[in-house]
């Protein structure tokens, strides 16, 4: 697969996202390219305020740009759903959501360092998207969410952050998650339980 034409500089400077966008994986699906530039305006809507609008704004220097993928999931634990009648549908993969993103300055908590919560929202937004797309739910709720902190993140810098379903009863979505290096070290892992919800929009 050949790289995304409007690739960001900080991504195609780095030869292991090279190896990982170019890879021959079939299953792999590159979308939602985000690269801010210095005509950069605000949508006008956005229902996530704080990721499309507050961390995206140049002058935040928060995420300079980001990139979404999916792709099969190496983990163990992962599962698959398959919204298609058993008798017609191959066997499901499971599939992991994965997102680029460039890092500035603008999140330390101490210098060169992202803020220990910025990781924690980082896990919490890939999380919650996961488990919106993988229970057809468009805003499943954070009920818990534990993170083991394993290395600082290095700002400004570029991580990888990868989330899978690992359960799915009911309106109840587990999901696990980990924000890596580019040599492929956890910085940050995470799981979380999610809930669909309720009819008329209620928890």
Known sequence: MPLPPNLHPDFSSLPWIHQLLTSTDPTLNLSDTHTKTDTYSPP????NTLFATTLANPSS???????HFTRRCPEPDSIAVSTTPARDALTPIPTEHCTLLSLGTGIDGKTSRAHGGFNALLLDHQLGRTAAVSSASATPATATMTVDYKAPVVTPGVVLVRAWLVGLEGRKI??????????GRALA??????????GGGRI
């Not at 892992?189 to 309720?198: H, N």
């Open 174 to 183: 587990w999901v696990r998650g980990v924000v890596e290096d580019g040599e």
């Open 189 to 198: 892992v995470g799981k979380a339980l999610f809930l669909k919800e309720k």
């Open 61 to 67: 220097d928060a995420i300079r740009a980001s990139l």
């Open 44 to 47: 006008t809507s956005a229902s």
